[in-house]
């Protein structure tokens, strides 16, 4: 039995029924509890909890100093190739697009190393789209070992992948595997992911778990605001992250919150998530689970990062390219997606510091 099995038994509808129609004294109690249920996230997800968003932050903020004091990783995310045989709808990578594709080779691959290096980081995100034959294990087992030599901490966003193949990542220098859902609802699922391995959700689904088979230090897990209702969307993620931790609770677990942005193809997202959503989205998940490690990506504006990195934020990303080579050459091809702060990394840790931050750059293990 999976998690895919345990979401058979969920109804979405339902969940989302839950959330609309939460009473103001459902979100007193998930406010007033220590250890909260999902039934208690539900509450603080909820439109009646929107008054109580003033006190929701400030509890997300003692519980994220309170567990993680005043640190702030620092990681990049390095783009290998912007390769990619799915066909998401909402993405500027997807196979239909018409555009110069590239694929780092191994002098390309050092020069990004040495650029991010400068930059200060040792924390990297090695990000490539879906593409098994070009941007698969072969191609892992020449780049990682390269990229391993540049990162205290090495993470890597690319497809769902087998328990062996894992296993082996892990054994190169891999610490943490992000792998996003997208969506629970599967008639979204399937609408946005109409061809290539990742129409499978159920293979999809299963990754954390098989990351929490091959002993992954950390697992990644999400969804794409916009997509879907966020509201049943997030219960669905909030009861797979339980799931998470009580079968595989050495691991831990990352969580993203991706916002649809403008993409090559002017895909419009069907249901838009405004900042002051996104700040209870975020707050109602550090409340229910204290111990996840949030980051949040140039997607945003730098006010709206500013307003939440000090509340409820673990690790944040700063002069990012996403363009394969966009940091060591100057390249414009299409990228994945709009970046919004576009701020350069002194700027952004001088800005945190003088907040009274300690920004860490040589791991992302801010416990
Ligand atoms: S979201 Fe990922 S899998 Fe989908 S088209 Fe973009 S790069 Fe490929």
């Not at 999902?38 to 006190?55: C, H, M, N, Q, T």
């Not at 797979?240 to 595989?248: A, E, V």
């Amino acid at each position: 039995m999976s998690f895919y099995d345990e979401l058979e038994k969920l109804d979405f509808d339902e969940w989302n029924a839950r959330v609309i129609n939460a009473s103001e004294n459902s979100v007193i109690d998930a406010l007033m509890h220590q250890n909260r249920t999902v039934e208690d996230f539900a509450a603080l997800l909820s439109p009646a909890a929107v008054k109580y968003l003033p006190r929701m932050v400030k509890e997300a903020e003692r519980l994220t100093r309170k567990r993680f004091g005043q640190t702030l990783g620092m990681y990049i995310p390095l783009y290998l190739t912007n390769l990619c045989n799915n066909s998401c709808k909402y993405c500027g990578f997807a196979a239909e697009n018409k555009f110069r594709r590239k694929v780092l080779n191994q002098e390309e691959v050092y020069a990004e190393c040495e650029a991010i290096k400068k930059m200060g980081y040792e924390t990297i995100l090695v990000v490539t789209g879906e593409h098994e034959k070009k941007g698969g294990m072969d191609y892992f087992r020449q780049m990682i070992p390269i990229v391993k030599k540049y990162s205290t901490y090495l993470m890597m966003e690319v497809q769902p992948m087998n328990t062996e193949d894992y296993r082996e990542l892990k054994e190169l220098g891999v610490d943490a595997v992000m792998v996003y859902q997208e969506t629970y609802h599967k008639p979204t699922y399937q609408e946005n992911h109409p061809r290539g391995r990742k129409k499978d959700m159920r293979y999809r689904m299963e990754t954390p778990e098989r990351l929490g088979e091959a002993g992954m230090d950390k697992i990644g897990m999400g969804i794409l605001l916009g997509l879907a209702d966020y509201h049943a969307d997030a219960c669905m993620l909030a009861h797979h992250i339980s799931y998470m931790r009580k079968h595989y609770w050495q691991s831990k677990i990352s969580l993203s919150f991706p916002r649809l942005r403008p993409a090559a193809g002017g895909f419009v997202p069907p249901y838009p998530v405004s900042e002051k959503q996104l700040i209870q989205y975020i707050c109602a998940f550090r409340l229910f689970d204290p111990e996840l490690e949030i980051s949040i990506s140039t997607r945003e504006s730098s006010q709206f990062r500013d307003a939440i990195v000090p509340i409820a934020i673990n690790s944040i990303s700063a002069g990012s390219s996403t363009q394969p080579g966009g940091y060591a050459a100057d390249h414009h091809d299409l990228p994945q997606f709009i970046i919004n702060d576009d701020r350069g990394v002194k700027e952004i840790s001088r800005h945190f510091e003088k907040m009274g931050l300690d920004l860490i750059w040589h791991s992302s293990r801010v416990s």
